[in-house]
């Protein structure tokens, strides 16, 4: 029988692909280019994982479930599928879950390739439709972004586009007929190969008032810089901590005042690349520990 902690290194490399080599040691893989996310396969943290850039992290479980976008019972049976037979039994989630919000991603011509569902307490799942309801995984599917083709309406008739985190805040817009767009998974799983729907697109970029959501414009940004024809990035005057453009427009934020912001919204431009992770006041507790290349002088 395997057990979860043996399991880390092998379920690391079937989700996450290549290591980064010049970053992992004996006790602890890197993956991608600069290395963000942690595996831990030696040590007092073996079998757990970070992702430094999403502030997210867990065990073997936690990891299945935050790459294939699904619950604890699909995560466990995935595992089994792959690993054969489990020692110990995963943790699951309890009480009843109520879907609140189903959010379609069709292709071009409207035919739903995978679901977004939002159940309450909040958690968010995937699904994809095999004929006969629905499968809780997106294994295999096409991924694209969400309002498929209204996005590419939009762009055809050169009106902006936004693009926001959630697909919840696209639909706000929508509903006030301004062309928005967002991925699958929220922040950190935007796709390079989106770029090819946004040929010469005008693009307006929304982030979350968070350091994710700003990590993840930046990255949805340098994937589309040269072939959208214009990047812009527009931060909401008077959002909360995590707040977005739901929050905004709930507040009083009216489509008059949204389209004077897009006038004065400056165009995008890299900021210089840091591995300093930005930490806001009253979270010091809730990050991952700090690694030292030189104790007390340089932080891994």
């Not at 309002?147 to 926001?164: D, G, K, Q, T």
């Not at 350091?211 to 990255?219: L, S, T, V």
Request: aromatic fraction near 8%; charged fraction near 25%.
């Amino acid at each position: 029988m395997a057990d979860f902690l043996e399991l880390i290194e092998p379920v690391a490399r079937s989700l996450l692909g290549e290591t980064n080599k010049s970053l992992s040691t004996s006790i602890e893989l890197r993956f991608g280019t600069h290395g963000s996310m942690t595996v831990k396969i030696g040590g007092a943290r073996r079998g757990t994982w970070y992702n430094h850039e999403l502030n997210s992290g867990g065990g073997t479980i936690d990891l299945v479930k935050s790459q294939l976008g699904c619950g604890d019972k699909e995560a466990f049976d995935w595992l089994r599928r792959e690993f054969g037979d489990l020692a110990g039994a995963p943790e699951r989630s309890t009480g009843d879950r109520k879907i609140v919000a189903t959010y379609p991603y069709v292709d071009e011509t409207g035919a739903t390739l995978f679901e977004v569902v939002r159940h309450e307490p909040k958690e968010f799942r995937q699904r994809r439709p095999d004929g006969n309801g629905f499968v809780w995984n997106v294994k295999g599917v096409r991924q694209v972004p969400y309002r498929l083709p209204e996005l590419i309406e939009a762009i055809s008739l050169s009106h902006p586009v936004f693009i926001v985190e959630g697909e919840k805040d696209v639909d706000a817009l929508a509903s006030l007929n301004f062309p928005a767009t967002c991925n699958a998974g929220g922040a950190g799983k935007w796709r390079r190969e989106f770029a090819s729907f946004f040929e010469g697109a005008d693009v307006i970029l929304l982030p979350d008032n968070d350091a994710a959501g700003r990590d993840h414009m930046g990255k949805v940004a340098r994937a589309l810089e040269g072939t959208a024809a214009r990047i812009r990035e527009l931060d909401l005057p008077d959002l909360p901590r995590k707040g977005d453009v739901s929050d905004w427009l709930a507040a009083g934020g009216t489509p008059e005042a949204l389209l004077a912001l897009i006038d004065g919204a400056q165009d995008w431009k890299a900021k210089p690349v840091t591995r300093l992770p930005a930490i806001w006041y009253g979270d010091e507790d809730s990050v991952a520990p700090l690694s030292w290349l030189v104790k007390g002088l340089f932080v891994n």
